[in-house]
């Protein structure tokens, strides 16, 4: 009975020995690699592609407009006919300014004829000088009434090619102010013409923004539906002034290049970021509090194990905090879990950071 019981007390001896001697369990841990910044990120705008240089244009005479020959989008050549008006005002004027020319012709056909007569006349001896001087009077003042007719005849003739609006260089329709059938005044606005050969980016940042913009800042400019096609770009010019109802002032970016996707229209994101010295952002659930001081657990990728370091934090937020050091670029931290860690203990990476 004696040798029964102490064979007991040496299997149970051995149970709880064993059972001392368990390794602890591998324990499942999210993580994210380390990427260093040294880049602040300023916002991002939403903005478009326009053109540089964009002109007004309008009709150099009042009238009805009688046609419009083109639509918004249409790429238009040097000399395009754009809109017309009622032409029927100046061809009225042109025909009365060519029946003056016609009237001024005759009259000129016989005041040199006068003049003529009173010479030979003067030259026989038979004429007297005061009637000589009358008809050359008479027809220097004839040619001068012709002068002035062949000018009203040329000035209709413009008035009437006014009636005509045509695009003065290359150029694409981007708005139209007008309709067919509206009565429009000399100069007043009809059509915008852009010139599609030099593109810029144009965007509206906040007031307070712009007054606190780096000498260093970068703009980073993609397509809004394919971010692929992106470049940078410097301010050529912001308004002085920010607008009344939005606090914002328009900024126009020069393209460092214009790849293809950039059309006249385009919508486009705009990121502004600005060189700093480098530091680490990582999830807020990274981070474990211990007696005041805060710490990460940094993964072995080669043991699968893992070991507290203490942090330096900069600045917080719900989601993130930033440190100023204790870890370097390309190690892995764990995300996520981290009150349960224990020092040296084995841990399986999620998928996704294998």
């Given at each position: 009975?004696?040798?029964?019981?102490?064979?007991?007390?040496?299997?149970?001896?051995?149970?709880?020995?064993?059972?001392?001697?368990?390794?602890?369990?591998?324990?499942?841990?999210?993580?994210?690699?380390?990427?260093?910044?040294?880049?602040?990120?300023?916002?991002?705008?939403?903005?478009?592609?326009?053109?540089?240089?964009?002109?007004?244009?309008?009709?150099?005479?009042?009238?009805?407009?009688?046609?419009?020959?083109?639509?918004?989008?249409?790429?238009?050549?040097?000399?395009?006919?754009?809109?017309?008006?009622?032409?029927?005002?100046?061809?009225?004027?042109?025909?009365?300014?060519?029946?003056?020319?016609?009237?001024?012709?005759?009259?000129?056909?016989?005041?040199?004829?006068?003049?003529?007569?009173?010479?030979?006349?003067?030259?026989?001896?038979?004429?007297?000088?005061?009637?000589?001087?009358?008809?050359?009077?008479?027809?220097?003042?004839?040619?001068?009434?012709?002068?002035?007719?062949?000018?009203?005849?040329?000035?209709?003739?413009?008035?009437?090619?006014?009636?005509?609006?045509?695009?003065?260089?290359?150029?694409?329709?981007?708005?139209?102010?007008?309709?067919?059938?509206?009565?429009?005044?000399?100069?007043?606005?009809?059509?915008?013409?852009?010139?599609?050969?030099?593109?810029?980016?144009?965007?509206?940042?906040?007031?307070?923004?712009?007054?606190?913009?780096?000498?260093?800042?970068?703009?980073?400019?993609?397509?809004?539906?394919?971010?692929?096609?992106?470049?940078?770009?410097?301010?050529?010019?912001?308004?002085?002034?920010?607008?009344?109802?939005?606090?914002?002032?328009?900024?126009?970016?020069?393209?460092?290049?214009?790849?293809?996707?950039?059309?006249?229209?385009?919508?486009?994101?705009?990121?502004?970021?600005?060189?700093?010295?480098?530091?680490?952002?990582?999830p807020a659930t990274a981070?474990?509090?211990?007696?005041?001081?805060?710490?990460?657990?940094?993964?072995?990728?080669?043991?699968?194990?893992?070991?507290?370091?203490?942090?330096?934090?900069?600045?917080?937020?719900?989601?993130?905090?930033?440190?100023?050091?204790?870890?370097?670029?390309?190690?892995?931290?764990?995300?996520?879990g981290v009150n349960s860690?224990?020092?040296?203990?084995?841990?399986?990476?999620?998928?996704?950071?294998?």
């Amino acid at each position: 009975m004696k040798r029964f019981g102490l064979l007991c007390m040496a299997l149970i001896l051995t149970a709880c020995s064993e059972k001392e001697a368990a390794p602890e369990p591998v324990r499942p841990v999210l993580s994210v690699k380390v990427e260093a910044l040294s880049e602040e990120n300023l916002g991002r705008f939403a903005g478009s592609i326009q053109a540089r240089y964009e002109s007004n244009t309008g009709f150099r005479v009042g009238g009805r407009i009688a046609s419009r020959n083109v639509d918004v989008g249409a790429e238009v050549q040097k000399g395009t006919l754009l809109a017309t008006l009622d032409p029927s005002d100046q061809q009225n004027q042109l025909r009365s300014a060519q029946g003056d020319l016609a009237r001024v012709q005759a009259q000129l056909i016989n005041a040199q004829a006068s003049a003529r007569r009173q010479q030979a006349l003067f030259d026989r001896g038979v004429g007297a000088q005061a009637q000589l001087d009358v008809a050359n009077t008479d027809l220097k003042t004839t040619q001068a009434s012709l002068d002035q007719a062949r000018a009203a005849v040329n000035q209709s003739k413009d008035q009437l090619s006014y009636t005509e609006l045509r695009a003065d260089h290359k150029a694409v329709v981007t708005a139209w102010n007008a309709e067919a059938g509206q009565v429009v005044t000399a100069g007043q606005q009809v059509v915008t013409l852009a010139q599609p050969d030099i593109k810029e980016a144009v965007i509206d940042l906040p007031d307070t923004l712009v007054d606190q913009l780096p000498d260093d800042v970068v703009f980073s400019v993609a397509a809004q539906l394919d971010p692929s096609i992106h470049t940078t770009a410097i301010i050529r010019e912001i308004e002085p002034q920010a607008q009344s109802a939005t606090r914002t002032r328009r900024a126009r970016l020069t393209l460092t290049d214009t790849p293809d996707g950039f059309r006249l229209g385009t919508a486009i994101s705009v990121t502004l970021s600005s060189a700093i010295k480098p530091r680490i952002e990582l999830p807020a659930t990274a981070l474990q509090e211990v007696e005041g001081k805060a710490r990460i657990w940094v993964i072995d990728t080669q043991s699968k194990t893992v070991s507290p370091r203490d942090v330096t934090v900069i600045s917080r937020t719900d989601s993130s905090v930033v440190l100023a050091g204790g870890v370097k670029d390309g190690e892995r931290v764990v995300s996520a879990g981290v009150n349960s860690l224990k020092p040296g203990q084995s841990v399986k990476l999620d998928e996704d950071s294998q």
